[in-house]
């Protein structure tokens, strides 16, 4: 039997954590979903196309790796793909107290999809997605945080962002 996983987040960037992880699962699974999460009431620094094609650029050399965006309830999810794990990584005890809670909703939503965590490298265990985007915007260099591809998909994402305040300056005067 084939064994499929997906791999949920916000990815908002993708960091070489997040790399470390994917490469993991895809050598305890047959089929590797990553899995980007739709959040509507977030904004965040990239849309959710440039997060697939940033996710897509950096996992190409994995074959038995695909990209998707889902929105929703994650295990709906996991059931439309017909997926009974779930990845999450794991940094530090910080992460636990949320990933534990996320695992039981999950679990009492759908009981026969299981979550299954995994310990990012020791030299990753600072990286959050979130750190990757305060250091970009406010112009530090996040370009050995992240996987190569990356880099330019949040440069653009800076520049299109830097260009919205600018008008709305201009419409108030
Ligand atoms: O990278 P993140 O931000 O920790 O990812 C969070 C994500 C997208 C996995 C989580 O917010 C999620 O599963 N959202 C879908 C909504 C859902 O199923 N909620 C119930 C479980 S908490």
Redesign the pocket.
């Known amino acids: 039997m084939k064994m499929l996983a997906i791999y ?5 960037p993708p960091t070489l954590g997040h790399l470390d992880v994917i490469e993991r699962a895809t050598h305890l699974f047959d089929r590797l979903i990553i ?1 980007v ?1 739709v ?1 509507s009431a977030k904004r965040p620094l990239l849309t959710t196309d440039q997060r697939i094609e940033a996710l897509r650029l950096s996992t190409a050399h994995f074959p038995n790796v695909e990209v998707a965006s ?8 996991a059931r439309s793909v017909g997926a009974k794990s779930i990845v ?1 990584g794991l940094r530090a005890t910080a992460d636990f107290e ?1 990933e534990f ?2 695992a039981m ?2 679990r009492r ?1 759908a009981s026969d999809v299981d979550s299954v965590f995994l310990m990012t490298r020791w030299d990753y265990s600072y990286l959050s ?1 979130s750190m990757v985007r305060e250091v970009a915007v406010l112009g530090g260099d996040y370009s050995t945080l992240v996987p190569e591809p990356v880099v330019p998909i949040v440069a653009a994402a800076l520049e299109a962002r830097d260009h919205i305040p600018a008008m709305e300056t201009s419409q108030h005067g």
Not at 70 to 77: A, H, Q
């Open positions: 949920p987040g916000s990815f908002d899995a999460g959040n889902f929105s929703g309830l994650l295990v709906e999810y999450r949320y809670q996320m909703i999950n939503l997605s």
